[in-house]
């Protein structure tokens, strides 16, 4: 059977203005890393020991919100790189955690 006398066509009605398609270039800009320094570091185990939990350090993400604002609040004028933000105070503390972890056991 040939496709004239189909009636499903494989090929499109009408011709196609590609000024009018969604851009399919992939976009290759990334974010600018946060930089910490060991006082925001500080900062942030303090602010997140203050919050302790009562089932221990698991965190939830309003958590490392908070704590980013408090950041941002106490180094607004000297903070460097990118935006600390939630996400990357999590990141943050799951390393620092961890080197404490490491530390403790030494």
Sequence with gaps: M???SSSHF???????????????????QRKIPAKWTDKEEHALVLYLKEQLPADGPNFVKKYFNNAAQHL??????TQQGGEK????CQTK????HLSLHYICAI
């Excluded at 494989?10 to 290759?28: A, E, F, M, Q, V």
């Excluded at 941002?72 to 004028?77: A, I």
């Design 2 to 4: 040939s496709s004239a």
């Design 10 to 28: 494989l090929c499109s009605k009408g011709s196609i203005d590609p000024t009018k398609l969604p851009s399919l270039k992939k976009s290759n």
């Design 72 to 77: 941002y609040v106490k180094f607004k004028l």
């Design 85 to 88: 933000n939630g996400a990357t």
């Design 93 to 96: 503390w799951a390393n620092v």
